[in-house]
């Protein structure tokens, strides 16, 4: 019988497909790994279901316990799947920003929600990550996830985002490329990537504002610029720890605009409903494309699905009043 004995025994295994339309004429190829195939909707399934299970191995999370995160997008979503799935109470610590249907989401899956000024600096007691750590020390038996401090999360990445890239390419994937946030992902996949080939490209997409690119040219942390793009880049004062710099190659930047016209290029041209983060990344992975060679394969990392945007990417009234003209600029 082909049964799977739990939802999270569906993370992993996604999908890699090669782009066509988008790309142009290009000799390279240009292969995207489809993360919204995981069953919580996002490549974040990986990790936090790598740190939950490492914490349970160590007894630091025992049944009954509750998981905690501050965090505005899909690693809400995955903890909250994966503590409905193995019996844990979940507590979002988000901003007040947030976007209604990401709350409305993470109550479908029983998580509760504590909501924080969106403008909290990172020495305000009320700044999420403060909220977090604080609700997890007064609290017996829960894991506060951390995702930017937590070494299972680019051990995730290394286990198996790594290991199933290589394998679907048959080892001859050329270069990687994907956004930062936490830097989990491109930390960890670059790293297996690495060590089976140290020729392969690790590519680094960035929003321009992002303090990241400037960070891994200069060595130096510059205050960061407003930029729209969600869930990539990071726009405080500091480089997460989980960002191996050492693994990465180069950057390039990516302008809202130019993420915002490649995502809807991908749902309405290769049929990939994608997120904000996924229309950067792959952007970013057509420029660099256009520097290689026939015998060159790309691959790009498509985090989430488009459904979390439906207010935002995918409202013509909401593109239009933040970024006039481009609107049209994606038909």
Request: one cysteine or more.
């Amino acid at each position: 019988m082909n049964m799977n004995h739990s939802i999270l025994e569906t993370i992993g295994q996604t999908p890699l497909v090669r782009l066509n339309r988008v790309v142009g004429d290009v000799a390279a190829t240009v292969a995207v790994k489809l993360e919204y195939f995981n069953p919580g909707g996002s490549l974040k399934d990986r990790a936090v279901l790598s740190m939950v299970e490492a914490a349970e191995q160590a007894g630091k999370l025992r049944p009954g316990g509750t998981i905690i995160e501050a965090t505005s997008g899909n690693t809400g979503y995955a903890v909250a799947m994966v503590a409905a799935a193995k019996g844990y109470r979940a507590v979002i610590v988000c901003s007040d920003k947030v976007a209604a249907e990401k709350i409305d989401t993470l109550r479908a899956f029983g998580a509760e929600i504590v909501r924080v000024p969106g403008d909290a600096t990172r020495e305000d007691p009320e700044h999420y990550f403060n909220t977090a750590h604080r609700l997890a020390e007064a609290e017996e038996n829960s894991l506060y996830i951390s995702q930017s401090y937590n070494p299972d999360n680019p051990a995730g990445h290394f286990r198996t985002t790594g290991p199933e890239i290589w394998q679907q390419t048959g080892g001859k994937v050329t270069s990687f490329i994907t956004s930062a946030g936490t830097g989990g992902t491109i930390s960890g996949t670059g790293r297996y990537l690495k060590e089976q080939n140290p020729a392969v490209e690790i590519v680094l997409a960035d929003p321009v504002g992002s303090v990241y690119a400037g960070f891994l040219e200069t060595g130096e942390v510059a205050p960061s610029q407003p930029y729209l793009v969600e869930a990539a880049g990071q726009d405080e004062l500091y480089i997460p720890p989980n960002f191996a710099a050492d693994t990465v190659d180069r950057a390039l930047r990516v302008t809202d605009e130019e993420a915002f016209v490649m995502a809807r290029r991908l749902a309405r041209e290769e049929g990939i409903f994608c997120g904000m983060s996924s229309g950067l990344i792959v952007h970013a992975a057509v420029q660099l494309a256009r520097e290689k060679s026939a015998g060159d394969l790309i691959v790009a990392i498509v985090c989430d699905s488009g459904d979390k945007y439906l207010s935002r990417l995918y409202s013509d009234r909401w593109l239009r009043e933040r970024l006039p003209g481009l609107v049209g600029a994606d038909r």
